[in-house]
């Protein structure tokens, strides 16, 4: 099955500045979903990538899928308080069309004022 | 108003109890799945249905059941709770119609509590 490694596991900023979480799959990815979390709340989507070399942006978040499809980056820039929470990565757990979803651990962002 | 609910939010029970969360969606998917998030472990699926007829167990299964009662809602039974069993709880929902992928919607969460 797949794993899915998130570094770091935590993050702590500086408002105003950039930052990026990383997804590392051991195996291809097919479809890379990001979600974030407020503490104890649910998840939000955020994008999807499918294609190697993908990259999508919403607002002041990029989200990336490197060639090999191996590795998801999500980067923040200029980072605010409305951006701190659990940033989760997700797959589909057996390739296209498995519909179950597996999860990284998260990466809890924090971003002092 | 939210597309997909979940109740209770919270809920505090002794080992033993029989437990039923509930999870109600108004996005019309077919698609609905139960996962539990424990710190340090992540999300981790419990079961899934692909429609009324279709149940499926997820990874983690053991000392859980769910029904299906409509297209519309899917519960999650714990039959005898015990301690490890307390987690936060999520429902999502998916949509058919997205072809190889899968973009879930997750409801709010149920924090269990078993004692």
């Known amino acids: 099955s797949q794993e899915l490694e998130q570094s770091p596991q935590s993050l702590i900023v500086q408002e105003g500045k950039n930052l990026t979480i990383n997804c590392t799959s051991s195996?291809?990815?097919?479809?890379l979903y990001w979600y974030k979390q407020k503490y104890g709340e649910g998840l939000i989507f955020l994008m999807m990538l499918q294609k190697g070399g993908e990259e999508k942006s919403h607002e002041k978040i990029t989200a990336k899928l490197d060639e090999k499809k191996q590795q998801s980056s999500l980067h923040i820039t200029a980072s605010q308080p409305s951006h701190a929470g659990i940033y989760l990565c997700g797959a589909d757990r057996s390739g296209a069309g498995s519909y179950q979803l597996t999860f990284g651990k998260g990466t809890k962002l924090s971003v002092i004022p | 108003d939210a597309d997909v609910t979940q109740t209770p939010r919270n809920r505090i029970t002794k080992t033993g109890k029989r437990i039923m969360l509930e999870c109600s969606q108004t996005?019309?998917?077919?698609?609905m799945y139960w996962y539990r998030q424990d710190p340090g472990l992540g999300l981790r699926l419990i079961y899934y249905?692909?429609?009324?007829?279709?149940?499926n167990k997820g990874e983690i299964s053991d000392g859980y059941s769910v029904s299906r009662q409509a297209q519309a809602k899917f519960s999650l039974s714990l039959e005898s709770a015990i301690p490890n069993q307390t987690a936060l709880y999520f429902c999502?929902?998916?949509?058919?119609?997205?072809?190889?992928?899968?973009?879930?919607?997750f409801g709010p969460g149920t924090r269990l509590t078993v004692l």
């Open positions: 249905s692909f429609d009324v007829k279709d149940i």
């Open positions: 195996k291809t990815l097919y479809g």
């Open positions: 999502a929902t998916s949509d058919t119609g997205t072809g190889d992928y899968n973009e879930q919607f």
């Open positions: 996005k019309g998917h077919d698609r």
